[in-house]
Every structure is written in structure tokens, then in C-alpha cells.
């Protein structure tokens, strides 16, 4: 009886390591699996950002946002909408401590334009951000389309959270480029490296997000985005 005890006990402890044994072969695999995936669309989110380029021209929108993050940027959006492209912009995520006036002078905006067409978002404080208030804005307009307009590294990542919320709503991307990294340029400087890494894996995140929890145009009575129109001379923004 003893014998047939410990028989049986061995048998089980074997099963049990070769289980073991699977699971962690099985775990290795997917481990290598994944990094291998994650590094081969890290290459591709490269290249195809570094390749983006500004368009020569852009079809006419409702109204053209900008998101914050470079002088570059701004100057794109106040060039389209003084050229007509887009009736309206709204610049997202711009520091609540930077006044209506200051903002105009730095980016050398026309008074007159400045104060009948250009709204200001100071409640965004990243790329989600940018989306939701976006979102308000555009709905609270009835906008069926919009210019977007952010650096080509962080293009991706803004369509996919803006079209998570605007939906019905056609968006333009007009990527802007500080610097051209095409033909494998950014590979072989570490400072653009380090952005579109930290890009990419941004961009993941929010994929992921994204399938697990869709966004949805917002209702009807969702609250709205209200826009101020005053004179460039104030000092609140």
C-alpha cells in the first residue's frame, strides 16, 4: 500500500514539473513573441512617421485645431486659416498662465483674426485631453470637418484619440516637420530616436485603450465646449 503511495506521488510530482516545464516554454515564446512584434512595429511607426511630410496644399475644412507643442505648429494652423482652408481654430492645451494677448504676439497673429476667429483651450493637459476638448468644440460648431495639425511623430496618436470622439466628424491631418528624418535618418540620430520611441509606445497604450474601451461621439447633452471671443488686448486667456 505504501509502495503504491509513493508510486502514485511520483507520477504526480513528474506531471506536474513537465506542466510546469510547458507553461514556462509556452510563456518564453510568447515573451520573445511579443518583443519581436513590438520591435518590428516600433520600425514601422518610424518610418511611416519620418516619412510624413506637409502637404503643398490641403482641402478647405469647417475648421482647422491645433495642439500645442511647438512654435512650428502654431504658425502652421494661423498660416491655413488666414489663407482661408478652415472658418474657424481653436488652439488645444495651450498654458493657462499665457495670456489671450501674449499668445497672438508670440506667433505673430493679425489682431482683427485673432479676435473674430481663434479660440483657446486651457483645459487639455496631454493628447487625451486635446481629444475630449476637441470634441466639445467641434460638436458645440456642428463642424463636419477639421484640419488637424500637430508634428508628424505625434500625428498618429492624435488621429486615433480624436476619432475616438469625433467620429462623424471628416479629419484632416496636416502634419508639420521640424526636421526630415526619411530614408532611415531618425535611426541614426538618438534624439529623434528617443521621441518616436517614446511615441510609439505612447501610441500602443492608446491603441490598446482603444479596443478595450471605444470611444463614442459625445451625446447630445454632453457638456460643451463655450469659447470667449475677446479683444486681443485682454489679459485673461
Not at 495651450?94 to 493679425?110: F, I, Y
Amino acid at each position: 500500500m505504501l509502495e503504491t503511495n509513493s508510486s502514485d506521488s511520483a507520477v504526480a510530482g513528474q506531471a506536474q514539473r513537465r506542466g510546469l516545464l510547458a507553461f514556462l516554454r509556452i510563456s518564453a515564446f510568447g515573451l520573445v513573441a511579443a518583443a519581436g512584434l513590438f520591435a518590428g512595429g516600433f520600425g514601422l511607426f518610424g518610418t511611416y512617421v519620418s516619412e510624413l511630410t506637409t502637404p503643398d496644399d490641403v482641402e478647405p475644412a469647417d475648421a482647422i485645431i491645433v495642439l500645442t507643442g511647438g512654435q512650428a505648429r502654431l504658425d502652421a494652423a494661423l498660416d491655413l486659416l488666414k489663407t482661408g482652408k478652415g472658418k474657424r481654430l481653436l488652439i488645444s492645451g495651450v498654458n493657462p498662465l499665457a495670456s489671450r494677448e501674449s499668445l497672438r504676439a508670440a506667433t505673430g497673429g493679425d489682431k482683427d483674426l485673432f479676435s473674430c476667429c481663434v479660440d483657446i483651450d486651457t483645459a487639455a493637459l496631454d493628447t487625451i485631453g486635446n481629444a475630449e476638448e476637441s470634441a466639445k468644440w467641434v460638436q458645440s460648431h456642428d463642424y463636419g470637418s477639421v484640419i488637424l495639425v500637430t508634428n508628424n511623430y505625434h500625428m498618429p496618436r492624435s488621429m486615433l484619440e480624436m476619432n475616438r470622439l469625433v467620429a462623424n466628424t471628416e479629419l484632416q491631418p496636416y502634419p508639420v516637420v521640424n526636421t526630415r528624418l526619411d530614408d532611415g535618418g531618425w535611426l541614426t540620430k538618438p534624439d529623434a530616436l528617443r521621441v518616436i520611441f517614446t511615441e510609439y509606445t505612447k501610441y500602443v497604450a492608446a491603441l490598446a485603450r482603444s479596443v478595450v474601451s471605444p470611444g463614442e461621439v459625445m451625446a447630445d447633452d454632453a457638456p460643451r465646449y463655450t469659447a470667449t471671443i475677446r479683444k486681443p488686448d485682454s489679459a485673461t486667456p
